[in-house]
């Protein structure tokens, strides 16, 4: 579960990314987040995983406000929480399955449980026959599959995801949301950040919008997902 009750986040120089940002995903619920470049997309999705902190009101995680955790708390709560982060942030000098080995290690896990799940993560994504190439040896679509099955190897029951598909082709695009949704299907909370108008037109899935660093009502989404907003 995921709550955020009047959020503001204000950053050094006075820039507000957030204004009073409430609204509830509940646990086993897959929501897009979406809105303007700027309005406050990838700041929301760091105050879940406290990368950052609010400067008011809270940020509920499975019951944790997470905006007051101390630092020796964060851990447990990431061990819960799988990211995809827009730039990757692959290590290019490591083969695809230490990538995805590497959370596992930070939490101690021992090396035949580890290998089990790495290997189990990469054939969830299509990857495992390629375990032992870099990952600049694969393709951007392979590269953001890779990125998945780091975030899942740890079995979250939180997955987060920043513009997973936006430099993806259509067909890469449509395959990485496939993979989503078998993982909503199994009980897995997804927050999706995206700027892809197709992925938004599934009437299934709630849109979250954001304008201006506010949650925009329901009935305006059709105006703030316009794409010709920057």
Do not use: W
Request: charged share 20%; aromatic share 6%.
């Amino acid at each position: 579960m995921i709550s955020f009750n009047q959020v503001f986040k204000r950053y050094p120089g006075g820039y507000e990314a957030l204004k009073n940002v409430s609204f509830e995903v509940v646990q086993g619920e897959m929501a897009f987040l979406t809105g303007h470049s700027g309005a406050g997309k990838s700041t929301l999705l760091k105050l879940i995983a406290a990368i950052e902190r609010p400067n008011s009101g809270s940020v509920l995680v499975n019951n944790q406000n997470v905006g007051v955790l101390k630092e020796a708390a964060l851990p447990y709560l990431r061990r819960h929480l799988g990211i995809i982060f827009q730039d990757h942030k692959l290590l290019f000098d490591r083969s695809v399955f230490d990538n995805v080995l590497l959370p596992l290690q930070i939490c101690g896990f021992d090396s035949r449980e580890s290998s089990k799940r790495v290997r189990a993560a990469l054939d969830k994504v299509g990857l495992l026959k390629h375990e032992k190439t870099n990952p600049i040896a694969l393709s951007g679509g392979e590269q953001q599959r890779l990125c998945i099955a780091r975030a899942i190897v740890n079995r979250p029951t939180i997955l987060l995801a920043d513009e997973p598909t936006g430099n993806l082709d259509a067909e890469y695009a449509q395959a990485i949301m496939q993979i989503f949704k078998s993982f909503h299907q199994v009980g897995v909370t997804l927050l999706i950040s995206t700027h892809d108008t197709t992925v938004l037109q599934d009437k299934d899935i709630r849109v979250i919008t954001l304008k201006q660093g506010e949650v925009q009502d329901p009935s305006n989404v059709a105006e703030t997902c316009n794409p010709d907003l920057s």
